[in-house]
């Protein structure tokens, strides 16, 4: 037998994977660049809908510091 699914939870879960494979290339992105392997591993591996990415992205990565030249006078 074969098993239904309704048009709006294929919609659902189109839209899950989307916005799983938007979040997880830019946080891949950032991980590799910033030479994070063990964070690189984890958003990889596991599927978490966005979340971990977003964690990583917003707490983890590495920021760039700003560095300001004072002019000598």
Known sequence: MATVISPELLW??????VWEMIW???ALWKTGK???IAWFVCIFII????ILPIIYLLFFQKRKTL???????
């Open 67 to 73: 560095i300001t030249k004072s002019k000598k006078r």
């Open 34 to 36: 910033n030479q994070q």
């Open 47 to 50: 599927n978490t809908v966005g």
């Open 12 to 17: 659902i879960i189109v839209i899950l994977v």
């Open 24 to 26: 997880k290339g830019i």
